[in-house]
Every structure is written in structure tokens, then in C-alpha cells.
């Protein structure tokens, strides 16, 4: 057998399944359920990784708050002492920290409102799935009941062969693969591992600023808010 005849059969193989699966209730409402699945792993995937990216976020906030205030202590000591550079030194360390505090906050809230969302999505996904679940079983009875009902009413093919069965049967697969074909120009509400505002935490490491005069002007005014607070103890 020729490569062309053996791609000629697979394709007829693949055509023959998903025109069996159209003429198939069961094996459509199978696929639909193994599909919503799929999509239900995605969304629990997702938000095992933003939950993940949350609790990283709010460590690492945590850590500069902490540093922060440790080098706000350093800076007063020093002062105290009379090491004014060293108070700058440490002033300049403290406002770094606190600006990636800020940064870690942000992108804290940002990772913690996409699992809530993403979470009362899974929610509802997995509802839908439950309910559709228990309408598979419900019509899966009912089409028992049908093919039932219509073997105990067709006809002897005794009788001869009746004109129009074929060619009524070629017009409803046509029908089917034509509702199909519409079907799948529409795009779903949610595909795993799309990039949207609510399923990206970047891994993201904030940088240390360099020193300008903005920055400088900063440290020089709480240097002369610790001396003030000084003289007033």
C-alpha cells in the first residue's frame, strides 16, 4: 500500500468517526463531557499556580517590611551616635525596601484577586459539569427508550427496498456536519493556559533604583525628621 493510499484511509477513518460521533448522541455528549473536563483540569492547574505566586508574593512583602523597619532602627542608632553617614546609609537602604514593599503589595493583590476569580469560575465549571453529568444519564435513558420504540416499529425490509432511506440519510449527516462546521467558528469562554489579566503572575523580581536627587532629597528630610524627633525625647 502507497503512503497516499494509506493517508487516503486514515482520513477516511477520521472522516467515518466524526460523522459516527454526529449520528451519536452518546458519543457527542461523551466528547462534550470529556471537554469540559479537560477545561476544569486547566482552571484547577491555574489556580494551583496563582495561589502558589501569592503566598511567594506575600513573603517576599513581608521580608522588605521587615527589612524596612530594621534599617529605620539602624538610621536612628547611628544618628544618635553621631555617625550621620551611616544613618544616610542606612535611610537610603530602608527607602529601598519600602518601594519594593510597595511593588510586592501590588502584585500580592494582583495574584490574590485572580484566585478568587479564577476560583468562583472552577466553582461554577464544576457545577455546570455535575449538572450536565446528570442530564447525560437522563437522555442516555431516554434514547434507550427511543431506539426502542423505533425497532419495534421499523419496517420488514422484506418488503423490499424502499426509495429515499439513503438519500434522506446523506441529507441529515450533511445537516449535522454543517451544524458542526458552524460550531466550531465559535470560540469557547475560557482556554487553559490563555493569556489573560487574571491567569498571568509574573515571575517578577523587583530592582533596586539608583540613587538620584529626588531620592537624595528624601533621605535629607528624614534625617532632619530623626534629629527633630531627638531633641523632643
Request: aromatic share 4%; proline share 2%; net charge negative.
Given at each position: ?186 470560540s469557547r469562554d475560557y482556554k487553559p493556559g490563555s493569556g489573560t489579566a487574571a491567569s498571568a503572575a509574573p515571575s517578577y523580581e523587583p530592582s ?26
Open positions: 500500500m502507497s503512503v497516499f493510499d494509506r493517508i487516503m484511509n486514515l482520513t477516511k477513518a477520521t472522516a467515518n468517526e466524526v460523522i459516527s460521533k454526529l449520528e451519536n448522541p452518546v458519543l457527542m455528549m461523551n466528547q462534550y463531557i470529556r471537554n469540559m473536563e479537560e477545561e476544569i483540569d486547566g482552571m484547577k492547574s491555574e489556580l494551583s499556580r496563582q495561589q502558589s505566586a501569592s503566598r511567594a508574593y506575600k513573603q517576599r512583602l513581608d521580608e522588605c517590611q521587615q527589612l524596612s523597619q530594621h534599617n529605620q532602627l539602624k538610621a536612628e542608632e547611628a544618628l544618635a551616635e553621631g555617625r550621620e553617614s551611616e544613618a544616610r546609609l542606612a535611610l537610603e537602604t530602608k527607602l529601598r525596601y519600602s518601594e519594593q514593599a510597595a511593588e510586592y503589595g501590588r502584585l500580592y493583590d494582583q495574584a490574590k484577586h485572580a484566585s478568587a476569580e479564577l476560583d468562583i469560575r472552577l466553582e461554577g465549571a464544576q457545577e455546570e459539569l455535575a449538572r450536565l453529568v446528570q442530564k447525560r444519564s437522563d437522555l442516555s435513558e431516554r434514547l434507550q427508550k427511543a431506539e426502542a420504540a423505533a425497532e419495534r416499529k421499523a419496517p420488514s425490509f422484506s418488503h423490499g427496498f424502499e426509495p429515499g432511506i439513503a438519500s434522506r440519510g446523506f441529507d441529515r449527516i450533511e445537516e449535522k456536519i454543517l451544524q458542526w462546521e458552524a460550531q466550531l467558528g465559535l533596586a533604583p539608583a540613587p538620584d536627587s529626588g531620592r537624595a532629597s528624601v533621605i535629607d528630610e528624614q534625617l532632619a525628621e530623626l534629629r527633630r524627633k531627638m531633641k523632643s525625647e
